[in-house]
């Protein structure tokens, strides 16, 4: 997992700019003499507006950021207003729930804000939170929030040097044919099945379960993603505990050793956050337990019955996203593929009009998009390439299509770099190609807008500069055909899951 690309180290230095940024906002609040709890609030704060503020724009994130209070705020006065009125403390909750799922379709800024509110909420159950302490809280919030900023838009301010590309818009749609609406309503009934049975199973820990059903259907958007994640959250969970057994007990809450671990356990959520969910899970179990070794609650008994609340959340998600207005896997692959098709598309246009002369087409911000997407359709495709996936026949075809679009990028890569360069030029050739990979195309998505770059006659016919265009097209065009047979499949099984 350590091991895995990370290309221009960004993972380590965001990780490593977490760890810096939490740790000022926690050591501020102690210095400023706030309560152990609402320290802990900060932290949390500042941990999630460095993990989910994701704008493309060190501006949109800077925006995004100081409209959290906004967001959480109210959410955090009613969940200690109620405290003592757990049925509409219940019902309160389920609506904040809902409300944070459906504002994603308002992108990273409502993705982010609704996480916030849901997180807010959830503080106040895990720190017992009453309305005596919300000054505290506020300010602790606030504190958290500054100190993380300056360091994420002042001191170590990485997207300014590495742009992020802009994450993909949410899939489209009309009323319940929008994948965030229906996951409003999916996601409102898991948390209300796990919010009931995590009750039976404890009155103090019930939360947990919630909290469960709520980040399995962070970043999903279909019935077999949402499997695949709970089956990975509660694996990373059951080795989380093991481990907390191992490390967070015996410490019995000894502040020194339980801030390096915290810090470490930082780290490992945002390192391992993007390549391995499980592992995600997996240092945010063991630094749940050393939380609660620095609140005096631990022992191995919590841990457990932390397990237990788990699989209540995802059982919960896993009957909403079968029994509730289900979204198909083969429904949300079919779209984000096609997406992805259209950026390759589209980035090969703007490099061949680059290549004939005109210096307004860039490729480089299409290639950047088109990397988020093909993300995106890894995601969408994992539950047919999990090992646990019966279906081989799908799991092959999902393996090709994977194969086949990296191919693509591969190769839009190249072009784009190419066509960077001042001393390439266009020659009659790259009609023809673009012109093959446009057919290509259509074949396999339809018309797409745009068309081949118009032929210079009064440029050489065989420019040197040339040369490298045409074996990025060619491949490209390989691709794009041969992508025909695992995309489109037998006629009686066209489509590419079935779940």
Known sequence: MFMAPDPGLFRLRVSLRAVVGIGLAVTLCQLTGLSLSASIAGGLAALLALFTVGDPTVRGQAGTTALLPVAGFPVLAAATALHGTPLLRDVTWLAVVFAGVWARRFGPRGHALGIFAFMMFFTTQFLHAVPGQLPQLYAAVVLSLTASSAVRFGAWCIERRSPLPAAPLPLEGRGLDRPATRQAFQATAACAFALGAGQLLSHDRWYWAVGTAWWIFVNTA?????????????LGTLTG????LLIAVPLHGAP???????AVSVFGIFYTAAPSYSWMMFFVTVMAGLLYGLLGVLHPGLLVLRL?????GALGAALAVALVLPITTHTVT??????????????????????AGDERADPAPLAGELEALLARVRMALAPLVHPLNPMRQRKGRARAILALLDDCAREVRGLAAVAADPDASHDARLTAACRRVETAMEALVGAVPGGAAAVHHDVPGHHPGAEQALVHLHGLERALVDMATPLRGPVRDSRLVGV
């Open 241 to 244: 505990i093991v481990a907390g």
């Open 256 to 262: 020194a050793p339980t801030a390096v671990l915290v």
């Open 334 to 355: 079919d779209r984000w593929i096609e997406r992805a098709l259209h950026a390759v598309h589209g980035c090969t246009a703007a490099a061949a009009r680059r290549l």
């Open 222 to 234: 279909s019935r077999g993603e949402t499997l695949v994640r709970g089956f990975r959250r509660v």
């Open 308 to 312: 237990a609340e788990t699989g209540v």
